[in-house]
């Protein structure tokens, strides 16, 4: 089977072709830095060519109002050349809750960009994630300083990006889903308590002092980003992850 990545030198898309690669597929990775661009459309015919599946893991350079404007150009233009080669399968990866929370722009795009593919010509599959392990550092950055690290206590079901590239490589070689599969870490926490178990981890003194308004996660209200009943549950956990990372 041939599989176009596009976004296949990320930090999923790499371990996706790695993980297709293994299995004895044809994995080609699209990128900017392969001649790929999703927005202008140059080198995107040639990409997906002859492809049988194209997994679409591409992301918008900012997470602002923008990002709208990048979903649906690009989701418009994949599905256009997708149709044009006869290809059989569209996948993306999106976000767990992700249409529950319209007060954060990108959310609204990612919302968008599965709208776009469910209504586009081709089979599809949607794999919904939850926040990934690799992206903790930056969420406590944007709410500390020297002196203490600010988090609502909004609850979250995060995974590793490992865990992440498994299940999109899964859906990708299976029969279209036409629908959504959600996928979450095993372990449940609010987010001011995986703060503080990140810093202790870092060995990181500053105390975590709980804010509902601190950081983009402040707009999302209730559960909406954990898994729920129907989730695929990802084998590793944050504190086994974290101790392996150090």
């Keep these: 089977m041939k599989v176009t990545v596009i976004g296949g030198t990320g930090l999923i898309g790499s371990q996706v072709v790695r993980l297709l690669t293994g299995a004895g597929h ?6 900017l830095s392969t001649g790929v661009d999703l927005i202008s459309g140059e080198g995107l015919d040639e990409a997906v060519e002859g492809a ?11 997470f602002d109002a ?18 044009k080669a006869g290809v059989g399968h569209q996948v993306i990866l999106s976000i767990v809750g992700v249409d529950k929370v319209p007060a954060l722009d990108y959310y609204r795009a990612k919302a968008l960009q599965e709208e776009l593919l ?3 010509p081709t089979p599809y599959s949607i794999v919904r994630a939850t926040q990934f392990f690799e992206f903790m550092d930056a969420v406590l950055s944007w709410t500390s300083d020297a002196e203490t690290v600010r988090l609502p206590a909004t609850p979250v079901q995060p995974m590793a990006a490992a865990d992440v590239a498994a299940a999109v490589a899964e859906v990708a ?3 279209p889903l036409r629908g959504i599969r959600n ?13 503080k178990v990140t810093l202790d981890a870092q060995g990181d003194g500053r105390p975590v002092v709980t804010d509902d308004q601190a950081g983009m996660f402040a707009a999302v209200e209730g559960d909406v980003l ?21």
């Design 173 to 175: 070689t299976g029969a």
């Design 183 to 195: 996928v979450a870490g095993p372990d449940v926490f609010r987010l001011d308590e995986l703060g």
């Design 226 to 246: 954990i898994g729920g009943p129907d989730a695929h549950l990802a084998p590793t956990h944050y504190r086994d992850w974290l101790q392996q990372a150090r």
């Design 26 to 31: 044809e994995a080609v990775p699209a990128a």
């Design 118 to 120: 469910q209504q586009g």
């Design 66 to 83: 923008a990002s709208l404007d990048f979903f649906r150009t690009s989701m418009g233009n994949l599905l256009a050349a997708g149709e």
């Design 52 to 62: 049988d599946v194209v997994v679409n893991l591409s992301n918008s350079p900012t």
